[in-house]
């Protein structure tokens, strides 16, 4: 079984700021993946962001990038720019075939 | 668009009273996921299909059954619902092996008075 754990449970950023939300995972696979979900308040799950592990390139979408250190199991996101819109639950997820583990969440504040 | 639809968003039951929340996917993925999450914490696997093979979670109550009649369709059946499985209800679908992310429906708030 994959563990992931993300070990602030809550961050805050004050707007065009940049923030660093962090996530480790274990796992003894070598094809897995790794993704970004953000739940803001009583809305729907989304996809922020994915990365390969083969993949030695950090993913980027727009103000959204990752910081992945395969060896270090870890797997930081990182927002810049920050805007009052990115305020939200922020859960990092592993996954190796159908198996999907989530971590505890962090609840990002975006301070006007 | 294509998208993972689940009704009904707001679902109120008795203690003991069974209730269905169904979930729909446009999508033509062949894995669909039901997770339970409660307030602030993250969401935790009750199950899944792959395809027609059902895959439960060591320690996903009796209380709680699924079917899926066809690749679109897969419903969470709560066969005596107490006060501990008000919760939010998420359906998810997935391809694989071509993608391996999750598209998250909107949910289902279930509350047991």
């Known amino acids: 079984a994959q563990t992931v754990t993300q070990s602030q449970p809550e961050m805050s950023v004050q707007e065009a700021e940049t923030v660093t939300l962090s996530c480790t995972y274990d796992t003894s696979e070598s094809d897995y993946y790794l993704f970004w979900y953000k739940q803001p308040p009583s809305r729907q799950m989304i996809l922020v962001i994915r990365q390969e592990a083969y993949k030695q390139q950090n993913a980027t979408e727009n103000r959204f990038s990752v910081n992945f250190q395969k060896a270090a199991k870890s797997f930081s996101l990182k927002i810049s720019d920050s805007q009052l819109g990115d305020a939200a639950m922020y859960f990092c997820?592993?996954?190796?075939?159908?198996?999907?583990?989530f971590g505890t969440g962090t609840s990002l504040t975006v301070i006007p | 668009d294509a998208m993972v639809i689940q009704n009904p968003r707001y679902q109120v039951t008795q203690f003991g009273k069974p209730v269905t929340l169904s979930c729909s996917q446009t999508?033509?993925?062949?894995?669909m996921y039901w997770y339970q999450q409660k307030s602030s914490q993250a969401p935790k696997l009750l199950f899944h299909?792959?395809?027609?093979?059902?895959?439960n979670e060591a320690d996903t109550p009796d209380n709680f059954q699924s079917r899926r009649p066809n690749t679109s369709f897969c419903f969470l059946d709560i066969r005596s619902p107490g006060l501990g499985d008000a919760a939010m209800y998420l359906c998810?679908?997935?391809?694989?092996?071509?993608?391996?992310?999750?598209?998250f429906g909107p949910g289902t708030r279930l509350t047991v008075t």
């Open positions: 997820a592993s996954n190796t075939g159908n198996q999907f583990y």
């Open positions: 999508l033509n993925h062949n894995v």
């Open positions: 299909y792959y395809d027609k093979d059902f895959n």
């Open positions: 998810a679908t997935s391809r694989i092996p071509d993608s391996y992310e999750q598209y």
